[in-house]
């Protein structure tokens, strides 16, 4: 699971029961939430019960995962009850069992059947115009858009970056701020350690970082958050490369329009022409890591295509000319000389830990470096030279002197029967960190199933 | 009767624990619970405290190599 | 600040499933799918199909799903589509589909545009799930308007489509790795033998038999031959038996690890499908596999195709022969085969009583 994904998740986990009712209402909404942000086997769960007419008993589903799957399993479960996907039912009489939850299974069902009058994948609009937008017009937009507010950001670390011609709206900016991506000293704007490991990420998790905080945002507005989220999901399932009607979106849905188009998500002519076009952006958002590489973000522009050339000498060479990348590539590089297509620079101890230092991983900066790889380097077995990776990883792991966890701490055991119990659970279902069987002490990342397993064994011994 | 404590677990080398409980020593506000030589339990707010005091002992303790030359 | 803090550098890596291929064979023989239309009509198993090839794709967006019809006498591509102006040479070459491989002589695009400009006007329907169900539905019909009524006979060409779909798999995983360029094992013959090692970051190609028919023995070694090109790139085969039974789809699923349901109620189909051959080969890591009882592993003489408990082998070629060859030659290496005390008692009940053997001899 990507870390956009997990940073969504995290949000949507947060909503309220009635939310979810609502949300799941959607077909596409279903079908993007499913597609994007259930782990593998919770999808193999979700399709099992899908056209099954009666619950599955907990039993059927136990013998179904291997004994040695037991964890996922648990996780699966726990997950999709927590999304409000699945519950389980106790009729009297009858077992335990699980089933899918209404308006999702339904939904579902709709998706992959088609039918309904939901019109929840987007509405095609006929344009006879001559003025269609082509795919690398799309593209270019996109990149424009985004890259201008990517400048915006980086543009305070004293690089001075020509905005090509892409004047940010204020909303954006409100956002970025809120988002504490970036802060505001006086007329400046300086950014943060969220910031700089923003930039470094794939474009796919930038897009979802800035979507949830849209819609964290979107309340402040008195816009509907059902009614946002569904839209979003909805952009995911468009076509690249066609104009959609706006007719049948909501009020709070045609506002979006706008802004989204500040962040080159969506393209229209003009704020009041009747249709719009989803960008690349927009119709990978569904679409995991995987979707993405083998349709990436690129355009025939030079600064997309892969430009950095790194040497067993930890030397850097850059061919561009793009103020953005040369910003970028000086979070984590000394940069030496530039000339008018290149810049040349090093990557040292200093460099990488002062970008450690900023809150930007190793493994980001190794991410970045290969995914802008020159072509002649990237046909290199491994992209990079190992040395290198190497290296920056183990400047990084020199600072780290400790590991902290958070979580909550279980002790006071009276025996050491009452305190193995617990602490197998714990284990079993992956949320132990430490535990030391002498003191009878054991530290957990979520205390809720412990301390309700904690609560059972004792109600059940009384 | 069980408890559960809130907190922050660090992991770390014994001679960065001493560290630890040397800063902690002057006011013990931040050391929850002393579990063994690499582990301990410490406050959730005062974290972020904690590691920048870590740093700036580590920085006075410690000479970095200097690397910044030769190009 | 984090410079000290090691916690946030060890955050849950990608561990993604990488997307999988699934080629679905249906057997088309129309023969058998008359038979079947009280309990399960063609009309509605392909509706069920459709649900499945959706769920399949709704896993990821990456997933990809191709249908080839095993059909009386040829096999042949229903989604994707070749092309306009190869489909005749296809078409011509369908038996032995091999010769369409690496090649590409084939130019199938998953998106055919006239295709995709007819469809495009359901906000209903999600557009990808929509274009391969015009796309199945239009092969199919055309596929019965082609079929003329002399060649309908009661077999499929199970061994064609699996050639096909081997094709189909091979040339899918070399694009796909030259897609995700930073990857190794590029090459998918590369690939190690053991079926349990997982690679990473390739395509997850496996094979679903939709089959309908019987006796396949006529067949016997194009099939069989497929089953270890399989094993040998680790493609697990799937097997849905919907009527008749195959001693060599059995063995088939055996030998490469695949899932052999035989359905006892065709028409809960989708719910086999659903809940058997859903999860891809990441899931089935996890999940108890439903289990064949018991696989029949007999073989089928080359010399008559008939299905044998006992046989004779050719020593030097492995050769399988009902009855001793004529001449006592081999039929396929043409080694001359010295047949002993055929005829005579068998060794175990002749060492107990030495006299008798002595008198089979004379």
Known sequence: MSASSLRSFEYLEGLPGTTFNRLYKQPSTALAIFRRMLPHLAKSFVMALLYISHPMPVTDLEAWVRPDG??????????????????AATNPGKPRAYALTNPFAASLRLALTGGGNHHSFGVPYSTSEEDTMSITDLDEFARRQWEGVLGYMVGSTGMNIASEGVTLSQGVKILLASGRLVEARGKTVDITKDGFAFILQEVNAQVWTMLILYLQNAESLNMDEVDVLAFLFMLGSLELGLPYSKANLTQTQANMLEDLGDFGIVYQASPDSSYFYPTRLATTLTSDAGGLRSSSFASPADNNRGFIVIETNYRVYAYTSSNLQIAILQLFARLITRYPNMVAGKVTRESIRRAVSMGITSDQIISYLTTHAHPQMAKNQPVLPPTVVDQIRLWQLEGDRMKATVGFLFKDFNSQAEFQAPCRYAEEIGVLVWKHEGQRKFFVTRHEQVAAYLRNKSGKGG | MPKAVKGVLVECDPSIKAIILKIDQA????????????????????????????????????????????? | MNAVDGSDHYNKTSDEPPPSLL??????????????????????AIANLLVFINAHLA?????????????TQRAEFLYPIPSEDDSRQANGSTHNGAQNGLDGDMNMTDGNEANYAA??????????????QTTLLSAMSKLYKTTSPESLTPTTSIAGALTLALTYINKQSIAFSTTTSSKTNADPLLAPSDPNSIQPATLNPRILILSVSGDLAHQYIPIMNTIFACQRLTIPIDICKIAGDSVFLQQASDATHGTYIALTHPRGLLQYLMLGFLPDQSS??????????????????????????VGFVCSICLSIFCSPPEGAVCLTCGTYLQLGEYGGKPAVVAKRKKKRKKGADE
């Open chain 1, 70 to 87: 037991r964890r996922e399993r648990d996780n699966a479960v726990n997950l999709l009850e927590r999304l409000h996907i699945l519950a």
């Open chain 2, 27 to 71: 006011k013990h506000d931040y050391i929850v619970e002393d579990l063994d030589d690499q582990t301990l339990v410490v406050k959730e707010s005062q974290l972020q405290r904690l590691k920048a005091r870590l740093e700036e002992e580590l920085s006075n303790t410690q000479q970095m190599p200097d690397d910044s030359a030769s190009d």
């Open chain 3, 23 to 44: 080629t679905i064979i249906l057997d088309t023989n129309a023969h058998a799918w008359a038979l079947l239309a009280p309990t399960l009509p063609l009309s509605a």
């Open chain 3, 59 to 71: 896993f990821n967006n990456s997933n990809k799903v191709a249908i080839i019809a095993s059909h």
């Open chain 3, 119 to 132: 469809t495009a006007d359901d906000a209903n329907h999600y557009r990808p799930f929509r274009h391969i």
């Open chain 3, 284 to 309: 089935r890591k996890y999940l108890v596999p439903p289990t064949a009882v018991g696989v029949d592993f007999r073989a089928a003489c080359f010399c008559h195709r008939k299905v044998v408990d």
